[in-house]
């Protein structure tokens, strides 16, 4: 049974910062590319950064310079770092784990930026 579980989301203020996790179980996390999501009600589901097997990385353009993906296979897990947090990041952030065709989701941890 395939589980990605996030953790680390919050309440922050405008200009602080966070770090979510996503711990796998069920795949081999290492052939993954694992990617960060957030998604607004009533809004389509964006891409907020993705990280290869490989290590390469990419991030939207909207985070891109104040967050940072990165993985460790060891411990099955991503992060995502994530700084000078304004109110438009605020959204439910869902980890996923891709192979192929294949797509794995997380249950989604909520980001709140507010003062």
């Known amino acids: 049974q395939v589980r990605l579980v996030e953790s680390g989301g919050g309440l922050v203020l405008p200009g602080g910062s966070l770090r979510l996790s996503c711990a796998s179980s069920g795949i081999t996390f290492s052939r993954y590319t694992m990617g960060w999501y957030r998604q607004i009600p009533g809004k389509q589901r964006e891409l907020v950064a993705i990280i290869t097997s490989d290590g390469s990385t990419n991030y939207a353009d909207s985070v891109k310079g104040r967050s940072t993906i990165s993985r460790e296979n060891a411990k099955n897990t991503v992060y995502l770092q994530m700084n000078s947090l304004k109110p438009e990041d605020t959204a439910v952030y869902f980890c996923?784990?891709?192979?192929?065709?294949?797509?794995?989701w997380g249950q989604g941890t909520q980001v709140t930026v507010s003062s």
């Open positions: 996923k784990a891709s192979l192929g065709f294949v797509d794995y």
